[in-house]
């Protein structure tokens, strides 16, 4: 974005008294415009086992360039994330917001205007509770079916078991959980 059209939009906020809005909704979106955001999550959804990885699943997108969380998370959920932004070399920052009464912990920011559609999830994919505790990390055609509608963030912590697995006698993690279930 030109200098130009960022000088002539502030005059156009300045107009229409706009610059609180603007304000608002940095505050919301943890310093970033709305716009610059490509995915969030909620204080609720933060805390749940599945969001490191969804996180790490979206630092994947090179759009992304930032990690930002909000200082009220607690450190040991916190570093997590900072654990994926060094592995994604994405830069992380903490920023009070001092809106307590806000809903967003984590945003992932571009450097530019994404306008995505859906910033914030309904619900974080959940990994069925057997995929856990699955004997290991080859699953039946079945399974990675399952896990491909359920929790597809998850695909690449499996593998199909192939032919010759089947040959050297490797069996399904989750079936043989189930079993012993
Ligand atoms: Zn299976």
Redesign the pocket.
Known sequence: MNQKSELEKYTEYGLSGSPQIKADEKRYWLGEFRERVIFALTYEQINRKEAVKIVEEKCKDHSVKKIIIEQDVQDVIAEKFMDVANKYQKDYKMIDTQNKKGEIALVLVSNEAVDEKEIVMDEIPMLPEAFYHSKNKK??K??MEILQEKAHFFIDEFEEITLLDKMMGIK????EHMKES
Do not use: A, I, Q, R
């Open positions: 699953l039946c079945k399974h399904c993690g989750v079936c």
